[in-house]
């Protein structure tokens, strides 16, 4: 389960890689949504993915910060 671009963003090269390292946490989060809905968990299931769940949303929180800043420099820079 690993996000890839397929083709390379047309963005300053600090934010191509944080927006790709977005895409592959946003992967993650839905890939253990999925695992919520299958029928039959057992309790120590759902909890092993409401944990890994905490852990991705806690690093989506950390990862995305600063991610507005730069977003917000990338349209600056762009022509009027």
């Known amino acids: 389960m690993i996000y ?3 083709k390379p963003l047309n963005v300053n ?3 191509s890689v944080l927006l790709a390292e977005l895409g592959e946490e946003c ?3 839905l890939f253990l949504l999925n695992q919520l ?3 039959n ?3 120590e299931q759902k909890g092993d993915i409401l944990a890994e769940l905490t852990g991705s949303v ?3 929180h950390v990862h995305t910060e600063n991610l507005p800043d730069l ?3 990338e ?3 762009l022509p009027d």
């Open 58 to 60: 806690c690093h989506l």
């Open 71 to 73: 977003i917000q420099d």
């Open 4 to 6: 890839k671009l397929e």
């Open 41 to 43: 968990l057992t309790d």
């Open 27 to 29: 992967e993650t989060v």
């Open 37 to 39: 809905q299958l029928p």
């Open 75 to 77: 349209i600056e820079q």
């Open 13 to 15: 090269s600090t934010l």
